[in-house]
Nanobody, 124 residues
Framework: QVQLVESGGGLVQPGGSLRLSCAAS????????MGWFRQGPGKEREFVTA???????YYTDSVKGRFTISRDNAKNTVYLQMNSLRPEDTAVYYC??????????????????WGQGTQVTVSS
């Protein structure tokens, strides 16, 4: 059974940084695409970024240049470094595991396993 556990969320001031982690277990993590999504208050879940098993990455436009996704296959962990945070980044952040290896999906339907989410609040 696949388990994804996120950590690292919290309250941060605008312009600040946070690093989210997602630890995976129960599956060969290293050969599949991993993604991060977020869901703000009253909004639909939206794609943030993803990384393929070869290390290719893709970002939604609103986070380009501010967020960085990375993975450590030896630790079965994917990270999301978030810099220059804005109030509009406030959301519950979810990591997700795809069944694809090289494809980077941008919709929730492309991912079959999800973590429980971690709250990120950007406010002064």
């Amino acid at each position: 059974q696949v388990q994804l556990v996120e950590s690292g969320g919290g309250l941060v001031q605008p312009g600040g940084s946070l690093r989210l982690s997602c630890a995976a277990s129960g599956r060969t993590f290293s050969t599949y695409t991993m993604g991060w999504f977020r869901q703000g208050p009253g909004k639909e879940r939206e794609f943030v970024t993803a990384i393929s098993w070869t290390g290719s990455t893709y970002y939604t436009d609103s986070v380009k240049g501010r967020f960085t996704i990375s993975r450590d296959n030896a630790k079965n962990t994917v990270y999301l470094q978030m810099n220059s945070l804005r109030p509009e980044d406030t959301a519950v952040y979810y990591c997700a595991l795809s069944s694809y290896r090289n494809k980077i999906g941008v919709t929730p339907a492309d991912y079959h396993y999800w973590g429980q989410g971690t709250q990120v609040t950007v406010s002064s």
